[in-house]
């Protein structure tokens, strides 16, 4: 077999240059091993994920593959949200791709088409170009491995931190090692060959090596060794041929069996990612008939679910912004996912889910802030494997966290988790003129109040508020006497079944009443009627007052007539802003009634949670600082005079954070809808 063939007066790839033909057999005989210990390897991966329950589900195709392309194959969120190291991993990315594109199409020129067709592809111009992609992205890549080298083990950022798993626990320094030394060697092969046969063609009075100035980085480094004899530079070259050969084959083989697998399993979950509302939470089916809820073992998770955890590049983006983990919790949902992960492939029951692998602490700590979610560049929902880990310590062992019991049972007896009386529910509308909702009359709103604004005195401010505005833009509302608490936090904390009973009774009463849109306050309100309501045949537009309020004022039915004094800055709701994507109504209310308005390092997408989400407005929070105190901090640092929200559940934290920092005088704490009262 000869060292490379070419059309005469043609320059092309010379394939196998200095290499016995035995040499070439081996390595054949060899990748075919490598490729069947890789098909292998990926099945046992896929076998995993078919462990979950229920099917792939490839609808709507077209929809998933644009979330594939965005954040699978151009890697949109890695590279947007931490752009330095993003750009670093786009180019070991492409780097790997075009390398591997770059193998296979010399495979195919060298034993398809030039055995075949008598025909070489990479050959005359089209290889000087290949050679020079070849050479951009493999030294674009080596610069991404060695900065991440140097991030990882020079300057260790925090998020790197923390569980890796006993399965990967060495993989690090092998990832990135040695795809690193795959490409050194690359180039180092590369360089001798030009080297040995610059000085061949000089012997045979051939001229220059003109293909060497594309191959910009070989050439480059064959100026080293070019003062060798071609016999040191064959040996050379032989030896570096074989370490890179051997090196590659053995990388092939270790792919499904390292992290290098997220190239595939973190590109197919972004394919499978989850198109439902955000902020919407799977419903139990057929509730009264089951007899475990939530799940207890691995094999209730669904397939997605595993797919997620076995798609984690313990990257720590989501611990980064995890608002528990950042106050010393023992919460960290990169540590949740790589904990499942380990379990996945591990035999069924080696280990006890709750307790051996996952605390309940764990899961108590968590705020559903869904910022996690929101971090994570391959689309894993953390947040989702909480909920359902919740739903078994509440349902089937019967053992939420005290005291969110008492809440729940206030809110099963008494329609509110503040365990007030039923009938005390529209007592902050006494001296005000507020409509109840009657039957058959239609209302441009129908004014859904919430158990905080009803029952919390501070909220019952806001909810006058909004009262006074309606009534100064002259909207046609009512609020509805049978009005009830929609559980949202009792379905955050697992308590399903109260979720359901309770939805089952407001979306009958809801459906008695004619009205072009509910209204709320409360964010959760607003997320649970608009989101998770139709999965119970509650269909309804649903606006949140902050959207409302803006329209108003944009409508010209609502216009304010000063400005307010002092510096203003808000804090977003998760559940109005991550959940739902709505962060500008309430900057541009701000924007209208005061020309000092400022925003916080952590704001819109990246904005820190109050710690008031998830139920644990009903929980005690003794483990670290306090999530609130760390916000209040925040408003306080961008000297804040005030500090504006619109969810009856922040305001509450941040009174609590302001009182507790001593900062009850530095800094006011208003709702939207109390600032634009103020300016009218």
Not at 129 to 149: E, M, N, R
Not at 279 to 302: H, L, R
Not at 401 to 413: G, L, T, V, Y
Request: charged content about 20%; proline content about 4%; some cysteine.
């Amino acid at each position: 077999m000869p060292e490379f063939s070419c059309p005469p007066n043609i320059f092309c790839r010379p394939t196998f240059w200095n290499i016995h033909e035995a040499f070439q057999i081996f390595l054949y005989a060899a990748g075919a091993f490598a490729a069947g210990i890789f098909f292998l390897g990926f099945l046992q991966h896929v076998l995993v994920w078919r462990q979950g329950k229920g099917k792939f589900d490839f609808k709507p195709f077209f929809k998933r593959a644009l979330n594939f392309f965005q954040f699978g194959v151009a890697t949109r969120k890695v590279v947007l949200d931490k752009k330095p190291i993003g750009i670093m991993h786009l180019n070991v990315m492409w780097g790997i791709i075009i390398l591997f594109i770059g193998t296979a199409l010399a495979t195919i020129d060298w034993d398809v088409t030039r055995l075949f067709f008598n025909f070489r592809i990479l050959q005359g111009d089209f290889y000087l170009v290949y050679k020079f992609i070849l050479d951009l992205f493999g030294a674009l890549a080596f610069i991404g491995l060695t900065v991440f080298s140097i991030n990882r083990y020079v300057l260790k950022p925090k998020r790197l931190n923390g569980n890796s798993g006993a399965r990967f626990a060495d993989d690090d320094l092998w990832t990135l090692g040695a795809f690193w030394v795959l490409i050194l060697t690359g180039f180092l092969l590369e360089s001798l060959r030009i080297a040995g046969m610059s000085l061949e063609w000089a012997r045979e009075g051939k001229g220059a090596l003109w293909t060497a100035p594309y191959a910009f980085i070989g050439n480059a480094l064959a100026y080293l060794w070019i003062s060798l004899s071609e016999e040191t530079i064959r040996g050379a070259h032989l030896a570096v041929w074989g370490f890179h050969a051997g090196l590659t084959i053995v990388w092939l083989c270790a792919i499904p069996f390292t992290k290098t697998f997220h190239i595939f399993s973190s590109s197919i979950n972004t394919f499978f990612k989850k198109l439902e509302p955000r902020g919407a939470i799977p419903a139990i089916q057929n509730i009264e008939e089951q007899e475990s809820f939530g799940v207890g073992a691995f094999a209730e998770f669904t397939w997605k679910q595993v797919l997620d955890f076995d798609a984690c590049t313990r990257c720590g983006r989501c611990q980064d912004v995890c608002p528990a983990t950042m106050t010393g919790k023992a919460l960290s949902p990169k540590n949740i996912i790589v904990k499942l992960s380990e379990v996945a492939f591990e035999p069924r029951g080696a280990r006890k889910l709750h307790g051996d692998v996952i605390s309940a602490q764990e899961l108590w700590d968590c705020t559903s802030c869904m910022a996690c979610v929101e971090a994570c560049p391959v689309a894993i929902d953390p947040l989702a494997a909480i909920i359902d880990l919740r739903r078994y310590l509440t349902l089937t062992e019967g053992a939420p966290q005290s005291p969110s019991n008492k809440a729940m049972d206030s809110m099963e007896r008494q329609g509110n988790p503040y365990g007030l009386p039923k009938q005390d529910r529209l007592k902050w509308a006494e001296g005000l003129d507020v409509p109840r909702a009657q039957a058959g009359e239609e209302y441009e709103v129908l004014y859904w109040v919430g158990c905080a604004g009803a029952y919390d005195a501070r909220a019952q401010k806001i909810t006058r508020a909004i009262v006074t505005i309606l009534n100064h833009a002259g909207v046609k509302f009512a609020v509805m006497n049978q009005e009830r608490c929609n559980c949202e936090s009792a379905r955050r904390i697992g308590n399903e079944y109260l979720y359901q009973t309770a939805t089952a009774e407001n979306v009958e009463n809801l459906d008695k009443f004619k009205f072009q849109r509910i209204l709320t306050t409360c964010p959760h309100c607003f997320n649970t009627i608009k989101n998770e309501y139709p999965q119970f045949a509650g269909n309804y537009e649903v606006v949140h007052h902050s959207q409302f309020i803006a329209q108003l004022i944009g409508d010209g039915r609502l216009k304010p007539k000063q400005k307010l004094d002092g510096t203003i800055t808000y804090h977003d709701s998760c559940y109005l802003g991550r959940y739902n994507g709505i962060y500008d109504p309430q900057r541009e209310i701000l924007k209208a009634v005061s020309d000092d308005v400022v925003e916080m390092p952590r704001s819109r997408e990246n904005g820190l949670c109050c710690g008031g989400g998830g139920g644990r407005m009903w929980l005690e929070e003794n483990t670290g600082t306090r999530i609130n105190q760390r916000r209040v901090q925040d408003a306080l640092e961008v000297n804040a005079q005030t500090v504006a929200s619109a969810c009856p559940f922040c305001m509450t934290m941040l009174e609590d954070g302001a009182k507790a920092l001593q900062a009850d005088e530095k800094i006011a704490r208003k709702d939207i809808a109390e600032i634009v009262v103020e300016s009218l």
